[in-house]
Protein backbone atom coordinates (compact mmCIF):
# COMPACT_ATOMS: atom_id res chain seq x y z
CA UNK A 1 0.00 0.00 0.00
CA UNK A 2 1.27 3.28 -0.81
CA UNK A 3 -0.33 6.47 1.19
CA UNK A 4 -0.64 10.02 -0.09
CA UNK A 5 -1.31 12.74 1.89
CA UNK A 6 -2.02 15.98 1.01
CA UNK A 7 -4.04 19.06 2.05
CA UNK A 8 -1.71 20.63 4.50
CA UNK A 9 -0.93 24.79 4.77
CA UNK A 10 -0.97 27.51 6.76
CA UNK A 11 -4.19 28.39 8.62
CA UNK A 12 -5.20 31.14 11.36
CA UNK A 13 -6.56 30.19 14.92
CA UNK A 14 -10.23 28.88 14.76
CA UNK A 15 -9.99 27.81 11.06
CA UNK A 16 -10.41 24.74 9.22
CA UNK A 17 -8.63 21.97 6.89
CA UNK A 18 -9.15 19.03 5.83
CA UNK A 19 -6.51 16.55 5.09
CA UNK A 20 -6.88 13.83 2.53
CA UNK A 21 -4.64 10.71 2.53
CA UNK A 22 -4.88 8.34 -1.19
CA UNK A 23 -3.99 4.69 -1.03
CA UNK A 24 -3.26 2.98 -4.01
CA UNK A 25 -3.51 -0.46 -4.51
CA UNK A 26 -6.69 -2.48 -3.89
CA UNK A 27 -6.49 -3.80 -0.18
CA UNK A 28 -7.59 -0.28 1.09
CA UNK A 29 -10.63 -1.53 2.53
CA UNK A 30 -8.78 -4.25 4.56
CA UNK A 31 -6.74 -1.85 6.49
CA UNK A 32 -7.36 0.22 9.25
CA UNK A 33 -6.36 3.95 8.53
CA UNK A 34 -4.83 6.24 11.09
CA UNK A 35 -3.57 9.56 11.55
CA UNK A 36 -0.55 11.08 13.51
CA UNK A 37 1.34 13.98 13.71
CA UNK A 38 4.46 15.20 14.97
CA UNK A 39 5.75 18.61 16.07
CA UNK A 40 9.16 19.39 16.46
CA UNK A 41 11.31 18.21 19.35
CA UNK A 42 8.09 16.20 20.28
CA UNK A 43 7.46 12.16 19.39
CA UNK A 44 4.90 11.17 17.17
CA UNK A 45 1.65 11.27 18.53
CA UNK A 46 -1.73 9.61 17.93
CA UNK A 47 -4.21 11.42 16.58
CA UNK A 48 -7.07 9.67 15.16
CA UNK A 49 -7.95 5.74 13.24
CA UNK A 50 -11.00 4.87 11.64
CA UNK A 51 -11.47 0.77 11.62
CA UNK A 52 -11.66 -1.08 8.10
CA UNK A 53 -15.41 -0.72 7.93
CA UNK A 54 -15.34 2.41 8.95
CA UNK A 55 -18.45 2.14 11.28
CA UNK A 56 -15.40 2.70 14.64
CA UNK A 57 -13.52 5.91 15.02
CA UNK A 58 -11.32 6.65 17.68
CA UNK A 59 -9.73 10.39 18.80
CA UNK A 60 -6.97 11.31 20.78
CA UNK A 61 -8.25 13.48 23.71
CA UNK A 62 -7.06 16.58 22.54
CA UNK A 63 -8.52 16.37 19.28
CA UNK A 64 -12.12 15.22 20.42
CA UNK A 65 -14.91 17.17 19.39
CA UNK A 66 -12.89 19.26 17.06
CA UNK A 67 -11.64 16.73 14.48
CA UNK A 68 -12.98 14.33 12.38
CA UNK A 69 -12.31 11.04 10.10
CA UNK A 70 -13.82 9.48 7.99
CA UNK A 71 -13.03 7.23 4.84
CA UNK A 72 -14.26 6.85 1.27
CA UNK A 73 -13.86 3.06 -0.07
CA UNK A 74 -14.63 4.01 -3.64
CA UNK A 75 -11.62 6.60 -3.72
CA UNK A 76 -9.01 4.57 -1.75
CA UNK A 77 -9.23 7.56 0.71
CA UNK A 78 -9.25 9.00 4.32
CA UNK A 79 -9.96 12.26 5.61
CA UNK A 80 -9.01 14.16 8.20
CA UNK A 81 -11.67 17.46 8.80
CA UNK A 82 -10.21 19.86 11.16
CA UNK A 83 -12.21 22.52 13.15
CA UNK A 84 -11.40 24.61 15.42
CA UNK A 85 -7.90 24.46 14.57
CA UNK A 86 -4.98 26.01 17.68
CA UNK A 87 -1.45 26.96 17.65
CA UNK A 88 -0.83 23.50 19.85
CA UNK A 89 -1.90 21.58 16.36
CA UNK A 90 1.38 22.73 14.45
CA UNK A 91 2.85 19.55 12.95
CA UNK A 92 3.38 17.79 10.29
CA UNK A 93 0.88 14.66 9.89
CA UNK A 94 0.89 11.51 8.55
CA UNK A 95 -1.43 9.09 7.42
CA UNK A 96 -1.34 5.84 7.72
CA UNK A 97 -2.04 2.22 7.26
CA UNK A 98 -2.48 -0.86 9.75
CA UNK A 99 -3.77 -4.32 8.14
CA UNK A 100 -4.72 -6.12 12.01
CA UNK A 101 -6.60 -3.00 13.64
CA UNK A 102 -5.75 -4.54 16.62
CA UNK A 103 -4.59 -1.45 18.24
CA UNK A 104 -5.26 1.73 16.66
CA UNK A 105 -3.79 3.97 18.72
CA UNK A 106 -0.12 2.45 18.56
CA UNK A 107 2.00 3.75 15.64
CA UNK A 108 4.09 0.99 15.72
CA UNK A 109 1.02 -1.48 15.02
CA UNK A 110 1.18 0.22 11.17
CA UNK A 111 2.46 -1.17 8.23
CA UNK A 112 2.43 1.67 5.76
CA UNK A 113 3.07 5.36 6.09
CA UNK A 114 2.50 8.17 4.04
CA UNK A 115 4.84 11.20 3.32
CA UNK A 116 3.62 14.02 6.07
CA UNK A 117 1.76 17.07 5.03
CA UNK A 118 2.46 20.32 7.14
CA UNK A 119 -0.42 21.84 8.80
CA UNK A 120 0.79 25.49 10.32
CA UNK A 121 -1.59 27.39 13.05
CA UNK A 122 -1.09 30.66 13.64
CA UNK A 123 -2.42 32.85 16.32
Known amino acids: VQLQASGGGLVQAGGSLRLSCAAS????????MGWFRQSPRKEREFVAA????????YYADSVKGRFTISRDSAKNTVYLQMNSLKPEDTAVYYC?????????????????WGQGTQVTVSS
Open 96 to 112: AADSRGLSPRDQYEYDY
Open 50 to 57: ISRSGGTT
Open 25 to 32: GRTFSRNA
